[in-house]
């Protein structure tokens, strides 16, 4: 009787079905929010049980995934004479009489909603 790979597979230790689908499933899914792509790796080893026998096999499933990430927003810093960080660059001087913008996005928000 001929077994298919599949058969095997279902008859090792945990079930490597289930997890080889959740594990592709996590990958399309960082694939597709992340535009990049990724790698799911199924690796079969088999061995002799022990020295020179050939009558009884070891079957060692891995399963390895690279998943693709977003690369984290970069925020710009300056570091001071004492050296610590800071956003504003000390080489640029204050303007006196400005100040902070305005946060705008309420504003457009709450006009929106007013029907204009």
Known sequence: MERTFVDVLREMHGDQIQELTEEMTGL???VT???KGGKLTFTVTVKPFGKGDTKTLTVDPSIKVTKPVLAAETTIFYPTSEHML???DPRQP???G???PADVRHMKEART????
């Open 28 to 30: 399309v899914e960082a």
């Open 33 to 35: 929010t992340t535009g």
């Open 86 to 88: 800071q956003r504003q």
């Open 94 to 96: 204050e303007l006196a």
């Open 98 to 100: 400005l100040r902070k």
């Open 113 to 116: 909603s007013n029907g204009e």
